[in-house]
T-cell receptor
Framework: SQQGEEDPQALSIQEGENATMNCSYK?????LQWYRQNSGRGLVHLIL?????REKHSGRLRVTLDTSKKSSSLLITASRAADTASYFC????????????FGQGTRLTINP | NAGVTQTPKFQVLKTGQSMTLQCAQD?????MYWYRQDPGMGLRLIYY???????DKGEVPNGYNVSRLNKREFSLRLESAAPSQTSVYFC????????????FGSGTRLTVV
């Protein structure tokens, strides 16, 4: 299993602005997943993008995947206070039990 | 509500005590996982069960044992708790197939004194 590395480690923006966070990984993947964790809570699955997809949308979320650069980005548009959380990316294994390895995440703070 | 249920939510143990963390899912998922999360850190995989009847070690298995009791339940046991095992423990499950995300429980906050 491989770990995704999120960048930046912390991001603080004003409500209504867009937030972009990035993820890099090292080896070939089957998919890449993004999760959100509110303080003190379990992770919530946000979106999964398959290795043959380049872009995927879900509500205010937009995820891109560039397998040639081994990188992904998560864009949250029109941010809200409720988006304040830590965000984690997790590369999905090509084979096996799909064990996910999580990095330290990006801590996003939305200021009112 | 469908999901992953973890018990207990909070626990304080003395060094050397044992306990079992319980996890149950009602989504008919095949795979289940146990993670720990230390302050300011990501999650580290302790053990996982790809399917009923199988268990395998993750990144940090030392000091833990697991039991996949049936398809629904996956328990984590600390035989002799140590302060280094103070952490928040999360259980997760996933459906069969390669393009499904995890569903996480709300966690067990364990303190070992």
């Amino acid at each position: 299993s491989q770990q995704g590395e999120e960048d930046p480690q912390a991001l603080s923006i004003q409500e209504g602005e867009n937030a972009t966070m990035n993820c890099s990984y090292k080896t070939s993947i089957n998919n890449l997943q993004w999760y959100r964790q509110n303080s003190g809570r379990g992770l919530v699955h946000l979106i999964l993008i398959r290795s043959n997809e380049r872009e995927k949308h879900s509500g205010r979320l937009r995820v891109t995947l560039d397998t040639s650069k081994k990188s992904s980005s998560l864009l949250i548009t029109a941010s809200r206070a409720a988006d304040t959380a830590s965000y984690f990316c997790a590369p999905g294994e090509i084979q096996g039990a799909q064990k996910l390895v999580f990095g330290q995440g990006t801590r996003l703070t939305i200021n009112p | 509500n469908a999901g992953v249920t973890q018990t207990p939510k909070f626990q304080v143990l003395k060094t050397g005590q044992s306990m079992t963390l319980q996890c149950a899912q009602d989504m008919n998922h095949n795979s289940m996982y146990w993670y720990r999360q230390d302050p300011g850190m990501g999650l580290r995989l302790i053990y996982y069960s790809a399917s009923e009847g199988t268990t395998d070690k993750g990144e940090v298995p030392n000091g833990y044992n697991v039991s996949r009791l049936n398809k629904r339940e996956f328990s984590l046991r600390l035989e002799s708790a140590a302060p280094s095992q103070t952490s928040v423990y999360f259980c997760a499950s996933r459906s069969t197939g390669t393009h499904y995300g995890y569903t996480f429980g709300s966690g067990t906050r364990l303190t070992v004194v």
